[in-house]
């Protein structure tokens, strides 16, 4: 943190720094140990002075000193990716649309419960300056997708986006290195996800569409002679992401530039 204080005093444009100032502190103020971490620290300090120091104590500033820690390089980070968006983004930086946008993300941040999350919240943050691809209600949409999802989710997502077309069958394949039988949980924890990223409108089995965007109703498929249900693992029908979801990978699992034309 003292790191990022010294850069940001650094910037001798008393605007730009105001800029960035803005975001570091609705990135601070959405965490709610922040302010107790500071003060416990002066605390502990004056404990230790009289040889008091609680062992309990000291551990948990241990643990949140690390939080801190990683929190300050995830800000840096962002922080490094608007310098190679340059004075474009001057404006949107500004904007409560986007502090709001802020403040959501690192609560969410905060409480994420993997790395994978993390990224994509540093990776959105980021882009969402350098882009309009969606609006802010939409990416509002997918910090709550972020925050709702666990890594198994992502998972998916990441290989239909490198696959478009893949079965459920193949993305299973390429997560593990066997097939559980029908009545496992593994695979009704399978189904599960394909049906939370299915009604969540991130993916869906793969449609025609005609000339004017339009779906064309599919061809009914011959019946099945077989006495068993369709498998959690099925190999037949292929998936896509929707629109949504398409916007969703843009936004946590690329690097943006800037669109052209953009000020």
Not at 153 to 158: A, C, M
Request: overall charge negative; some cysteine; proline content about 2%.
């Amino acid at each position: 943190m003292n790191k990022i204080g010294v850069e940001l005093d650094k910037i001798k444009d008393s605007e730009k720094r105001n800029r960035i100032a803005r975001f570091i502190i609705a990135a601070l103020s959405s965490i709610p140990w922040i302010g107790g971490f500071f003060g416990a620290t002066a605390s502990l300090l004056a404990e230790r002075e009289q040889s008091e120091s609680n062992e309990l104590y000291e551990l948990w500033l241990q643990e949140h000193t690390r939080k801190i820690d990683d929190l300050g390089k995830s800000i840096a980070k962002i922080l490094t990716r608007f310098k190679s968006f340059g004075d474009r983004v001057n404006e949107r930086l500004e904007s409560e649309e986007y502090l709001q946008l802020v403040t959501k993300g690192f609560r969410i941040y905060d409480k994420a419960d993997s790395e994978t999350k993390r990224e994509f919240i540093r990776r959105l943050l980021a882009n969402s300056v350098a882009t309009n691809l969606s609006s802010d209600d939409v990416i509002q949409l997918f910090l709550d997708w972020i925050e709702k999802y666990n890594d198994l989710h992502l998972y998916v997502i990441k290989y239909v986006y490198s696959s478009p077309g893949i079965t459920r069958g193949a993305i299973w394949d390429r997560i593990y290195d066997f097939r559980p039988k029908e009545n496992s949980s593994e695979a009704d924890l399978y189904k599960l996800l394909f049906r939370d990223l299915s009604t969540g409108g991130v993916i869906r089995q793969h449609r025609e569409v005609d000339y004017n965007g339009n779906y064309i109703k599919k061809t009914a498929r011959r019946k099945s002679t077989s006495s068993n249900l369709k498998s959690a693992f099925d190999d037949y029908d292929s998936y896509e992401l929707t629109e949504l979801g398409s916007n969703f990978v843009h936004y946590c699992m690329e690097d943006i530039v800037p669109q052209i034309g953009e000020s």
